[in-house]
C-alpha cells in the first residue's frame, strides 16, 4: 500500500526559509534537510545545531562574565524570533492543508517537531528569567529543557528521514 505523504519539501523549504533578509537560512534540525548523497538522505551532527550552539555559547558566556546580560538577552532573542517563525508556519494554510492530507505517521513526526519547537521556545523563557531572577536554576534548567527539546527534534528528524528512505526503497521496488 502506498501512503500520501506529507509534502515535506514544502515543510522543508518553511523550515529552511530565511526570516529576515539578511539572516541565514533557518537550520533548526541540526543539519540541512533533503541534501542527497549516494541516494540517502543526509543531516548534520545535533552538536553542530547553530542555534543550539549559540543558546549554549551565551549561557556559558554569561556564566564566566564573557557577555553582558543585555549580550545574554540580545542572542537568546535571536534565537527565540527564529523558533517562534518556526511556530507560526505550523499555522500557515498551505502546511495545514497538507498536514490534512498526511497519513497518522506523517501527521505525528509534524506534531512532534512542534513539540520539540515548543520545547526549545520554553526553555529559552526559562533562561531569559534568570536576567530577573538570578536564580541558577533558571540558568540550568533552562538550558537543559532547550538541550533535551533539540535531542527530541534530532530524533524526530532521524524518524522522518527513515520513512522518507522507506518510501523511496517501496518506489524503488514498484518500478
Do not use: C, W
Request: glycine residues 6%.
Amino acid at each position: 500500500m502506498t501512503r500520501k505523504p506529507v509534502d515535506m519539501s514544502a515543510l522543508s523549504n518553511a523550515f529552511q526559509m530565511p526570516v529576515e533578509e539578511d539572516s541565514a537560512p533557518v537550520n533548526v534540525l541540526a543539519g540541512a534537510l533533503g541534501k542527497r548523497s549516494g541516494g540517502s538522505k543526509k543531516k548534520g551532527e545535533l552538536e553542530e545545531a547553530p542555534h543550539l550552539l549559540a543558546v549554549r555559547e551565551a549561557v556559558e558566556g554569561l556564566r564566566n562574565g564573557a557577555i553582558t546580560a543585555e549580550e545574554f538577552d540580545e542572542a537568546l532573542s535571536k534565537v527565540h524570533l527564529q523558533i517562534s517563525e518556526l511556530l507560526e508556519l505550523f499555522d500557515l494554510g498551505q502546511v495545514r492543508r497538507e498536514l490534512a492530507k498526511a497519513d497518522e505517521e506523517n501527521r505525528q513526526l509534524a506534531e512532534r517537531t512542534r513539540e520539540g519547537l515548543q520545547g526549545v521556545e520554553q526553555g529559552l523563557v526559562r533562561l531569559m528569567n534568570y536576567l530577573e531572577s538570578q536564580e541558577i536554576e533558571d540558568l540550568e534548567e533552562g538550558l537543559a529543557q532547550v538541550e533535551a527539546s533539540y535531542l527530541d527534534l534530532d530524533r524526530t528528524q532521524d524518524d522522518a528521514l527513515l520513512l522518507v528512505e522507506e518510501d523511496d526503497d517501496e518506489d524503488e521496488e514498484d518500478e
